[in-house]
């Protein structure tokens, strides 16, 4: 009995320090101290996340059999025992399933892994398009197609503490360095393509919680996908060393529900002043003589 409670104490102590640990590894974001990977917001994130526990638990299966056999053996036949080695070199059967059983693992993870690869690839279908180009050392975002466009630079705030030099305070500024002045929003469960290029000189595009990172290279186009299960905000850096500033052009994605992502992208279109009557014509049929009037009422 006594031995019995101190057992549950003990599994229920266990568990209680697993539980951040098991938070950490669901949180979309890195984290300090972080044990295990993210599982991300994405499929591609999720598909890596899945590959990668797979694999894990394989290698802790091996690993618990392998050591488990050695320190087994080492012990029942130990020398103070009495233990004499066998003398045989070759055994067929042993080699035979010691070439087998590793030649079936290789197989049964490279199945998967290269199904999930492959859907990683596939930009097809996509309903949103955003051009990315790295500039030193900023980010300019393009919805392609909806003439909306603009720049995401490192916000003002970290800026300023960086060029101070004073020390910063984590819980003060959580995010510095990781803050931008005009966040690429995205909505919900809507496969957006990505193609990303640069202007200058090599950067990378990274957001962690999306499960892939992106050479950005002058001249060429690359691409990738995402689509973000979860609203919310996810943080990530340029990932190629790209000049003196490379530390400084964070990304911050911001996932927004889609009735939320067309009322902010209808907001960021160009006012229609350009052109005089078609804005109008939904209202009232325009005379020629009031058409140029009717952007200044729109707006
Ligand atoms: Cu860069």
Redesign the pocket.
């Known amino acids: 009995m006594q031995a019995k409670g101190w057992w549950k104490r003990l599994t229920a102590t266990g568990l209680l320090m697993a539980a951040p640990v098991l938070a950490w590894a669901q949180a979309a974001d890195p984290h300090r101290w972080q044990l295990n990977m993210g599982r991300g917001v994405t499929p591609s994130s999720v598909n890596a996340y899945e590959a990668h526990m797979i694999v894990l638990i394989i290698c802790v299966v091996i690993g618990v059999l392998v050591f488990g056999a050695m320190g087994y053996a080492m012990w029942k036949f130990r020398k103070s025992k009495g233990a004499v080695a066998a003398q045989f070199t070759h055994n067929t059967t042993a080699e035979i399933i010691w070439t087998t059983i590793p030649v079936v693992l290789l197989i049964a993870m490279a199945w998967p892994a290269t199904a999930k690869l492959i859907a990683m690839y596939d930009t097809r279908d996509a309903e949103i398009t955003v051009k990315v180009t790295?500039y030193q050392?900023m980010w300019k975002y393009e919805y392609l197609g909806e003439g909306v466009e603009f720049t995401s630079r490192m916000d003002q705030e970290s800026d300023r503490i960086r060029q101070s030099g004073e020390r910063v305070d984590p819980e003060k500024n959580p995010y510095y360095l990781l803050e931008v002045d005009n966040r690429l929003i995205l909505p919900v469960d809507t496969k957006v393509r990505f193609v990303i290029t640069a202007d200058d000189v090599i950067?990378a595009w990274w957001v962690p919680a999306l499960g892939w990172k992106q050479d950005a290279v002058p001249g060429i186009i690359n691409e990738a996908w995402a689509s973000i299960d979860t609203p919310g905000v996810y943080r990530g850096q340029?990932a190629?060393l790209?000049g003196k500033d490379?530390a400084f052009?964070p990304i911050v994605v911001e996932a927004v529900s889609k009735e939320e992502f067309a009322r902010w992208l209808a907001a960021q279109k160009p006012a229609p002043a350009a052109e005089p009557a078609p804005a109008a014509v939904d209202e009232a049929p325009v005379e020629d003589e009031q058409a140029p009037a009717a952007p200044a009422d729109q707006a």
Do not use: F, K, P, T
Request: with cysteine; hydrophobic share 25%; glycine share 12%.
């Open positions: 790295g050392w950067h340029c190629e790209c490379h052009m």
